[in-house]
């Protein structure tokens, strides 16, 4: 069984930052992609940003140059440093590893049970 469980949400004024963590726990010998999604009320969960287990990064367009993604492959963790933070950021953000290979075979798409994020004065 592999979970995901990500920490760091919270309610931050516009223009301030917020890191997010998320652990992979489970009889883990490696994961390959990391990334983090969010959704808002109404709309579908969309990427923020990916990292590979080399470190190959990707981000959406809105948060390139504010976000930065980064993982600790030891402790099967991935981070999501927020900084410049905006009202449109606001919204649930969920870890995903997309492919994860354990002791009892390999486990995709695994999800976070999300936090969430709220941007406000």
């Known amino acids: 069984q592999v979970q995901l469980v990500e920490s760091g949400g919270g309610l931050v004024q516009p223009g301030g930052s917020l890191r997010l963590s998320c652990v992979a726990s489970?009889?883990?010998?490696?994961?390959?992609?990391m990334g983090w999604y969010r959704q808002a009320p109404g709309k579908q969960r969309d990427l923020v940003a990916a990292i590979t287990s080399d470190g190959s990064t990707n981000y959406a367009d809105s948060v390139k140059g504010r976000f930065t993604i980064s993982r600790d492959n030891a402790k099967n963790t991935v981070y999501l440093q927020m900084n410049s933070l905006k009202v449109e950021d606001m919204a649930v953000y969920y870890c995903?590893?997309?492919?994860?290979?354990?002791?009892?075979?390999?486990?995709?798409?695994?999800w976070g049970q999300g936090t969430q994020v709220t941007v406000s004065s």
């Open positions: 489970g009889s883990i010998f490696t994961i390959n992609a």
């Open positions: 995903n590893a997309d492919r994860v290979v354990t002791r009892s075979g390999v486990r995709r798409g695994v």
